[in-house]
């Protein structure tokens, strides 16, 4: 059973840094990709970033690259979203998500099986 539930998120203002977390109280975390997505009011859900099982691949929506990083610890069975240089428009819920595929990072959120239930991010301009 994968059950991920997100953390970090906040206000800041633009400029800023936070760092979300996602943990998965599974015993088959090391396993899987995982992904970021977000989704600001009235907008479609988005992909932001993603990890392959051993992280030795990362993707970047194009919006975050090279201010966003992802990394993982499959020792402690979570994977992070480290945010620098904030701007509003990054205003959104931010979830974490599972792709059961270990070794390929996708953008696709259909290709990801399971979904914590999100953590907001506020960026005060």
């Known amino acids: 059973q994968v059950q991920l539930v997100e953390s970090g998120g906040g206000l800041v203002q633009a400029g800023g840094s936070l760092r979300l977390s996602c943990a998965d109280s599974g015993r088959t975390f090391s396993t899987y990709a995982m992904g970021w997505f977000r989704q600001a009011p009235g907008k479609e859900r988005e992909f932001v970033a993603a990890?392959?099982?051993?992280?030795?691949?990362?993707y970047y929506a194009d919006s975050v690259k090279g201010r966003f990083t992802i990394s993982r610890d499959n020792a402690k069975n979570t994977v992070y979203l480290q945010m620098n240089s904030l701007k509003p428009e990054d205003t959104a819920v931010y979830y974490c998500?599972?792709?059961?595929?270990?070794?390929?990072?996708?953008?696709?959120?259909?290709?990801?099986?399971?979904w914590g239930q999100g953590t907001q991010v506020t960026v005060s301009s």
């Open positions: 998500a599972a792709d059961l595929r270990a070794g390929v990072v996708s953008g696709r959120s259909g290709d990801y099986r399971y």
């Open positions: 990890i392959t099982w051993t992280g030795g691949s990362t």
